[in-house]
Nanobody, 122 residues
């Protein structure tokens, strides 16, 4: 069972940047899909970005052009570069891994990290 640990969250001013990291306890190449989700209190967990083993990426419309997901199989890591941050990006960000059928539904992901808080001040 893989363990995922997120880091890199924090407080940033609107327009600023953060880079989130997700360190995995084993090779991320074992997982068809790696993804970042985010959640705010009282709301569902929403997909931010996903990346397949092929390198194909998918982004939520709200972050396209601002966020970039990448994976480093050699370092057992996945990253989320977040630029031009907005107050509405404030949330807890979760890293997730799926070894099954390719899907972006939260239910398709077998493993989750504990999350890292991102707060964007206006």
């Amino acid at each position: 069972q893989v363990r995922l640990v997120e880091s890199g969250g924090g407080l940033v001013q609107a327009g600023g940047s953060l880079r989130l990291s997700c360190a995995a306890s084993e090779s991320v190449s074992r997982y068809n899909t790696m993804a970042w989700y985010r959640q705010t209190p009282g709301k569902q967990r929403d997909l931010v970005a996903s990346i397949l083993t092929s390198g194909t990426t998918n982004y939520a419309d709200s972050v396209k052009g601002r966020f970039t997901i990448s994976r480093d199989n050699a370092k057992n890591a996945v990253y989320l570069q977040m630029n031009s941050l907005k107050p509405e990006d404030t949330a807890i960000y979760y890293c997730a891994a799926s070894s099954g059928k390719i899907s972006t539904m939260p239910s398709a992901f077998d493993y989750w990290g504990q999350g890292t808080q991102v707060t964007v001040a206006s």
